[in-house]
């Protein structure tokens, strides 16, 4: 019995063209997200990738197809005339693939895994660490190991898979997401009587995070839209917020704070509270309710590794945080 010999390579069948491998299935369904989320950027945490990668990406699908697919302007993303006629096929392969992925997630809605999450030790404890029991009251198989610290963790040194940071220039290698916007106030005992102005902090003992003994140049914003400047002098000092809170609820001074790390501890206006029994917790007040310390950081961002490195766990696990803390990322 005779077979018929196999062509040699590259005989017989037909080389893809450049502009054929450019726009293969992966490509497409790139393409429609990025034109669905309406800015690289956002396409980019959707994704899990950075937005420097969506750039070459897309650079790449126009340069082997000889087309400009999309308009770009320095505030907006649109499509271009051959952009939309290709949007309408690739949205299609879009669907599809997000219709698959839905079919093998019904047959595996667990997450599992052992995630290590950093964050800086207020937010943790008072924000992240109720958000942590509800996940994982969904996702039982999901283990954490948990570095609630303000020293500063080496990301990749130490195998991080979730940072939790206040930074207003998370680094270009990893998938930043904003997840909870603070603001700083002045914050002093239960008892303590609200000041008239941010020129009543330089009479008042102070309990300043990271201050040493030199004096600090603070700027308060009103709400009204007026602004104060005030050299504040430090009465303690240190890393430790939450220490420099406690001592604040005891009486020793007025603390300057992130709302989430004060607020779990905040009493009601001075007329409606009662005064706590001795055997309560001691509370605190903000002394100064119009005003909020401008520092030009006012957001905490979660950092993941951008795929394929980072976890399918992690990236669920930022969007449940961000879901809950009503904080969308901005396009």
Known sequence: MSTKPSPPPGIGRRRQTAAEEALDANALELFARIAQAGSFAQAARDLGLTRAAISRRIAAIEAAVGL??????????????AGRRLHTRARAVREAAESARLALRHTRDQLDGTLRISATASFGRHVLAPLLARFQAQHPAVRYEL???????????????????????????WVAQPVLRFEVRAYGAGNQPPLLNPQDLASTPLLLLGQGEEPFASQWLHRDGRREHVALQASAWGSDLDGLVALARHGAGIVLAPDFAAEPFAAGPPTAAPAPEAHEAPLLRNVLPDWRLELGLDTVQALTLPLPAGSDTARALVRFVRDALLLPAPR
Not at 68 to 77: G, H, K, Q, V, Y
């Open 147 to 173: 570095f609630f610290t303000d020293r500063r963790v080496d990301l990749l040194r130490e195998g991080v898979d979730i940072a939790f940071r206040v930074t207003s220039t998370p680094p270009e290698a």
């Open 68 to 81: 400009t697919l999309f308009a770009r302007s320095t505030r907006s993303l649109g499509l271009t005339e």
